[in-house]
């Protein structure tokens, strides 16, 4: 968690970390959480960061899901969530209070050497430009990311870790750096614009299986077998994390 203190004198903060299923109106009742914690100490006009860890028995489901970091000081205390009783009300709520963040993230179970792909759009209108940006550091460098995104929007943008692989008369597609963070800047839109883009993952494989000389399983397997293939139980030892931000 980032902490801020705007003030003039150090401070102790309380940091309450929550998850919510999906949902157009994410009602603080439904909240689950994660763990509270006291963060000591933070220095005026300084950015510090606070750790939680997340027990493996309260994590969420695969797939969607909103975390929500809810921080409390005497001086400024945290609003009253019984207050939220509908979905403008929580937009605002999460816009205008400093106490508050959320984010959304969608977690893809991935097999080694196995291709993903996951959608999202962006959207705008006549004369207004965005960016897209993934943060791709966490990835293995052998990691395979492909985007693909309308032609039009990319001829557009300026594109930065980003190469150039091919186009067709509608799409654009481009290779990712993995390890660095990527970027398409200034994508023009038009009236009421709504795009999808597609991003593509294929995870090398992390590790093989591996025997010393003389060991007695070398006997009884066949020359064609001797190279060693992920298990299923590979999968769930990745440790990737990738970051898209709009």
Not at 33 to 61: C, H
Not at 66 to 73: A, I, L, S
Request: net charge neutral.
């Amino acid at each position: 968690m980032r902490l801020q203190n705007r003030g003039a004198v150090p401070g102790d903060v309380k940091v309450s970390v929550y998850w919510a299923e999906p949902s157009t109106f994410a009602n603080p009742s439904s909240w689950h959480l994660v763990r509270t914690k006291m963060v000591y100490n933070v220095q005026p006009g300084s950015v510090s960061f606070g750790e939680i860890i997340w027990p493996e028995d309260a994590l969420p489901p695969l797939g969607h899901f909103c975390p929500v970091c809810e921080r409390d000081h005497p001086i400024d205390p945290a609003p009253d969530k019984t207050l939220i009783t509908s979905g403008t009300l929580y937009s605002k709520f999460i816009s205008e209070s400093n106490n508050f963040a959320w984010k959304n993230i969608n977690v893809v179970d991935v097999l080694p050497e196995g291709l993903i792909d996951m959608e999202f759009f962006i959207g705008g209108n006549a004369n207004e430009y965005s960016e897209v940006r993934f943060e791709l550091e966490k990835l293995p460098k052998d990691t395979e990311v492909y985007v693909r995104i309308l032609r039009r929007l990319a001829e557009g943008a300026e594109l930065i870790e980003m190469q150039f692989e091919k186009v067709n008369t509608r799409y654009s597609y481009y290779k990712l750096t993995p390890g660095r963070v990527c970027y398409m800047r200034g994508i023009p839109f038009q009236n009421q614009d709504k795009s999808e883009i597609v991003l593509y993952l294929k995870i090398p494989s992390k590790s093989k299986e591996v025997h010393k000389k003389g060991c007695k399983w070398i006997n009884k397997m066949s020359k064609a077998n001797m190279v060693g293939f992920p298990t299923l139980s590979h999968a769930h030892m990745l440790d990737t994390i990738i970051v898209i931000s709009v």
